[in-house]
């Protein structure tokens, strides 16, 4: 599994931006559990959002609870973080990760995904 992260950038704070996460090596996710971490300059790679294998269930950080939306289309091996009412905070350079399996069980920490994509930075100007 290889997967690609893009759609970060620079936004006014209280802005937008969706990021996409996809799988580059014909592979499909739809088997995989995936995520968004975030690490921002100086500070440890931290958990954002989870969603299991079919969309059904999904999981956010308490710090972007009602502003950020992950999703996924299996059908596109695709998935999405749709960020809303951006704040300086989350100034980071975002991850997508994925893992074989059910999204029981550890599915905010970061030894618990084998693959992740190579990140992209989001910049929230104040």
């Known amino acids: 599994v290889q997967l690609q992260a893009f759609g970060g950038g620079l936004v006014q704070t209280g802005g937008s931006l969706r990021l996409s996460c996809a799988e580059a090596a014909q592979e499909s996710v739809s088997t995989y559990t995936m995520a968004w971490f975030r690490q921002a300059p100086g500070k440890v790679r931290e958990f954002v959002a989870a969603?299991?294998?079919?969309?059904?269930?999904?999981y956010d950080a308490d710090s972007v609870k009602g502003r950020f939306t992950i999703s996924r289309d299996n059908a596109k091996n695709t998935v999405y973080l749709q960020m809303n009412s951006l704040k300086p905070e989350d100034t980071a350079v975002y991850y997508c990760a994925a893992r074989q399996g059910s999204i029981s069980g550890g599915y905010w920490t970061t030894p618990s995904y084998n693959y992740w994509g190579q990140g992209t930075l989001v910049t929230v100007s104040s």
């Open positions: 969603i299991s294998r079919s969309g059904g269930s999904s």
